[in-house]
Nanobody, 117 residues
Framework: QVQLVESGGGLVQPGGSLRLSCVAS????????MAWYRQAPGKQRELVAALFRGGRTNYADSVTGRFTIVRDNAKNTVYLQMNSLKPEDTAVYYC???????????WGQGIQVTVSS
């Protein structure tokens, strides 16, 4: 069992930056692929960024060049650095942990990010 707790969300003006954090507990963090998803009102949840155990990353086209996902295994934490934020980035952001061998997936509770002037 893995527990994920997100933090760092809030209200920011267009062009601003935020850093989301997701702290994991309950298992060996380094064994999990980590990702950030988001869900805007009336829309489906979508992948924002993924960071796999081997270090490979994957980003949605809409955030490439603006967002960066990194992990700190010593702190059991994955971060999403979001720069040059746009109103269309407004959504609830979710952290996900996935263990490929065990085929298990865990989600955080979500955190609101609002980009507005």
């Amino acid at each position: 069992q893995v527990q994920l707790v997100e933090s760092g969300g809030g209200l920011v003006q267009p062009g601003g930056s935020l850093r989301l954090s997701c702290v994991a507990s309950g298992s060996i963090f380094s064994l999990y692929d980590m990702a950030w998803y988001r869900q805007a009102p009336g829309k489906q949840r979508e992948l924002v960024a993924a960071l796999f155990r081997g270090g490979r990353t994957n980003y949605a086209d809409s955030v490439t060049g603006r967002f960066t996902i990194v992990r700190d295994n010593a702190k059991n934490t994955v971060y999403l650095q979001m720069n040059s934020l746009k109103p269309e980035d407004t959504a609830v952001y979710y952290c996900k942990a996935a263990h490929r061998v065990l085929a298990t997936t865990y989600w955080g509770q979500g955190i609101q990010v609002t980009v507005s002037s």
